[in-house]
């Protein structure tokens, strides 16, 4: 098993990814129809902005980011600083899919365990990033000198078998996830559907890994189940790998209007990412095991 990375919300890809999902929250309230797909880089405290909407309204990407974070780290929200690059009342048009998703149930969920731990004390303002080698029982992690003593304490209360490391992970940098930047108009709502199809997998016990693709030569208003190309790349299932295709492109939508509609809940995720609860989202609705199990 690869090392499992957790950085508290307030850090890392986390934190990227909540700006990235909360600008595109704050583009929809003065434009609710607008198609906007925007990723955010994390150099440390200097944030750049890159992407494209139809909106025209350009909105305050560093007050909106000092606004949350003030919520939680007063300190940190006087340091951001934010490059905006931002093409505001950019037409474009949707291109063919070509996405995947590859998840190891295992994985999943020892990482949501460890992820909702680092939460857990960032809301108590105590910060600490993770690299939890479950295999030598090795965790590098990093904090500052002031919380050393604190951190470590944690973990070695919540990690007794591990070998604990300090480390520093100042120089890495970090990059916001497609879905968290994009509104629900092309690649997301098939993002959260190759999820959907997983959770159900995992949860049914068909499988204990999966690697799902969507590639289409077509626009997404024209798929369908008929015509859409839906590829499991691994074989490890408790069936054959292309009946499992078969009961997928069977059971679940895959008409962008459906599919629009069953995750209409999942346009804010920032508190699925502080956390990590799935269950309040469709995302981890398990609404079609009967008839997958019927089948």
Same mark, same amino acid.
Request: net charge negative; charged share 25%.
């Given at each position: 098993?690869?090392? !499992?990375? &957790? ?20 583009? +929809?309230?003065? #434009? ?7 990723? @955010? ?11 494209? %909407? ?10 909106? #980011? ?11 929200? /006087? ?6 690059? !931002? ?35 960032? /809301? ?6 993770? /690299? &939890? ?17 604190? &951190? ?11 070998? $604990? ?12 996830? +497609? ?11 098939? *993002?959260? *559907? *190759? ?5 159900? @997998?995992?949860? $049914? ?11 289409? %030569? ?5 798929? %369908?189940?008929?015509?859409?190309? *839906? ?6 299932? !408790? @069936? ?11 059971? #679940? ?34 609404? @079609? ?7």
């Amino acid at each position: 098993m690869s090392t !499992i990375n &957790v950085y508290n919300f307030l850090d890392g890809a986390n934190l990227c990814n909540i700006f990235a999902n909360l600008i595109v929250l704050k583009i +929809k309230e003065s #434009f609710p129809d607008a198609k906007t797909e925007i990723s @955010v880089i994390n150099v440390r405290n200097f944030f750049i902005i890159k992407g494209q %909407t139809t909106s025209e309204t350009l909105i305050n990407i560093a007050e909106l #980011f000092q606004d949350f974070t003030n919520n939680y780290n007063e300190e940190l929200s /006087k340091k951001i600083r934010v490059f905006d690059m !931002i093409v505001y009342g950019k037409e474009f048009d949707d291109l063919p899919l070509n996405i995947s998703h590859k998840e190891n149930k295992y994985e999943l969920e020892r990482f949501i365990e460890i992820q909702r731990l680092v939460n857990y004390h960032a /809301k108590n303002k105590t910060y600490f990033n993770l /690299k &939890v080698d479950d295999l030598s029982k090795i965790i590098f992690f990093d904090c500052s000198e002031e919380q050393y003593s604190d &951190v470590k304490n944690i973990l070695e209360r919540d990690f007794t078998e591990y070998d $604990l490391i300090k480390h520093d992970f100042s120089n890495e940098i970090y990059f916001s996830e +497609k879905i968290y930047g994009q509104t629900m108009h092309n690649e997301k709502p098939y *993002l959260l *559907l *190759l999820n959907f199809i997983t959770d159900h @997998v995992f949860k $049914l016990g068909i499988s204990k890994k999966i690697d799902l693709s969507i590639v289409s %030569t077509i626009h997404t208003k024209e798929l %369908t189940n008929e015509n859409i190309d *839906l590829k499991i790349s691994n074989d490890d299932h !408790i @069936v054959k790998t292309n009946w499992l295709e078969s009961l997928i492109m069977d059971v #679940f939508p895959f008409e962008i209007s459906d599919l629009q509609q069953r995750f209409s809940d999942c346009d804010d995720l920032t508190k699925l990412i502080i956390d990590s609860d799935f269950d309040g989202y469709s995302l981890s609705d398990l609404s @079609v095991k009967h008839e997958m199990l019927l089948i």
